[in-house]
């Protein structure tokens, strides 16, 4: 970041658009490119909206665990949706613009939908921990009215978080010549640093928002798997401790599939810029398509009501 003083006799600046980039150094080969990452973005949408239609019309699956399994689907489908028109516009038409206000729009969603996966994981947690610790209260704790508050407080609670962000920016003066984006989307850590202005506050809002969503969840998520653990080891049989383990193992790898991409682009983008601009991309890209790709995968391997909802699905489908 350059001290604002140095621009001092430079006039209010806005750009009217970015310039987005695909893969940093192979824009010759960005059609290629585009197939892993039109078959990724396939294979995201396909297997969450497996996942809500297979919740939805299989009422054996309308519990408690299987709702939050539906608000993850949707937010991956959310996540997907925020990043491809733009990715694939890049890779596929090499079409690089993109407006001003439409930046921070997209990039106002694709943080939302990323806190909003973050407070589902947690809720998640919370719901193995009530069917481990106490099955007998499980359906009258977790009611239909409980899970629904806890959407709303998903959605609210990123809505809340994310808000002033787009405001933060547009108070910046924007240097003319730092229009290049390191993506082929918005991303707040890399929007911000084109600006020619002091950014502290734009530095320290994201880093509040960053602790105060993932870093709390993951803190709590930890908590109630040392929690279950504490249960699980008290059962009395090893058959008991291996089933109440199994049904904790889907969420175990979508926590893992989340937040390991998401701290290692954390770091990245606050200690590693160093790196070459390839290493940011991909890492970024990791973090925002991985998950929606693996977590139908990983729920559909480990849960077998998921695997056979979805397989009834996919034959219902194949016979009209």
């Not at 719901?127 to 106490?134: K, L, Y």
């Not at 390191?182 to 640093?193: A, E, G, I, L, Y």
């Amino acid at each position: 970041m350059l001290p604002s003083q140095t621009y001092v006799n430079i006039s209010f600046f806005q750009p009217h658009a970015f310039l987005m980039i695909g893969i940093p150094g192979h824009e010759a080969v960005h059609g290629w490119i585009s197939i892993p990452f039109s078959s990724m973005y396939t294979v995201a949408l396909t297997g969450n909206c497996l996942i809500l239609l297979a919740v939805r019309k299989t009422p054996s699956l309308h519990q408690p665990m299987y709702y939050f399994l539906s608000m993850l689907a949707l937010t991956d489908v959310g996540l997907t949706l925020s990043t491809l028109p733009t990715t694939l516009a890049v890779l596929w038409f090499d079409h690089r613009l993109i407006g001003f206000n439409a930046c921070l729009v997209q990039m106002f969603f694709l943080h939302s939908f990323s806190v909003v996966e973050s407070s589902v994981l947690l809720a998640m947690s919370f719901d193995r921990f009530v069917a481990i610790s106490n099955p007998l209260r499980y359906a009258t704790v977790l009611t239909n009215n409980v899970v629904i508050r806890i959407g709303m407080a998903t959605v609210a609670r990123a809505a809340l978080s994310l808000f002033p962000v787009p405001f933060l920016l547009k108070r910046l003066n924007f240097c003319p010549n730092k229009i290049l984006l390191s993506h082929s989307f918005c991303f707040h850590p890399d929007v911000m640093r084109r600006a020619c202005a002091d950014i502290t506050i734009n530095i320290f809002y994201g880093l509040y928002v960053v602790l105060s969503t993932g870093g709390i969840d993951s803190l709590l998520i930890i908590l109630s798997y040392i929690l279950i653990l504490h249960i699980i080891l008290g059962l009395a049989s090893p058959r008991e401790r291996i089933q109440a383990f199994n049904t904790c193992v889907s969420h175990i790898l979508a926590v893992f599939v989340f937040f390991i991409p998401g701290i290692t682009m954390s770091m990245i983008h606050r200690f590693g810029r160093h790196l070459s601009p390839i290493a940011h991309a991909l890492v970024a890209y990791v973090y925002l398509m991985v998950p929606p790709v693996l977590n139908p995968i990983i729920y559909s391997v480990k849960s077998k009501p998921i695997r056979e909802a979805m397989l009834r699905m996919l034959k219902r489908k194949g016979q009209d």
